[in-house]
Nanobody, 123 residues
Framework: QVQLVEAGGGLVQAGGSLRLSCAASGRTFSSYAMGWFRQAPGKEREFVADISSSGISTYYADVVKGRFTISRDNAKNTVYLQMNSLKPEDTAVYYC????????????????WGQGTQVTVSS
């Protein structure tokens, strides 16, 4: 298990941008695929994006395709989520999570989770 700490959340106007980061501790970061999830008040946690351990492969939820970009820098033990063209419905607590490489990007396979960072998009 790795320790994950999210940062970069805040309040932005609709149409604006934010860049979230997730810093990981531990020597095995490069052996984990990483994902971003979000949870709005009164709603279930939902998948946002995933990136393979190498950073070569990415996968996005349909609702964020074309607006969000996930990336990672294994040398810095950090994964990022660049969020552009933000909408009020993007308002949620955003979590990063880790899963072992070569596993499916199902929520059940993410074994380590960060504490979350709040993103609020005003209209």
């Amino acid at each position: 298990q790795v320790q994950l700490v999210e940062a970069g959340g805040g309040l932005v106007q609709a149409g604006g941008s934010l860049r979230l980061s997730c810093a990981a501790s531990g020597r095995t970061f490069s052996s984990y695929a990483m994902g971003w999830f979000r949870q709005a008040p009164g709603k279930e946690r939902e998948f946002v994006a995933d990136i393979s351990s190498s950073g070569i492969s990415t996968y996005y939820a349909d609702v964020v395709k074309g607006r969000f970009t996930i990336s990672r820098d294994n040398a810095k033990n950090t994964v990022y989520l660049q969020m552009n063209s933000l909408k009020p419905e993007d308002t949620a607590v955003y979590y990063c999570a880790a899963r072992p490489r070569f596993t499916l990007s199902s929520m059940n396979n993410y074994s380590c989770w960060g504490q979350g960072t709040q993103v609020t998009v005003s209209s």
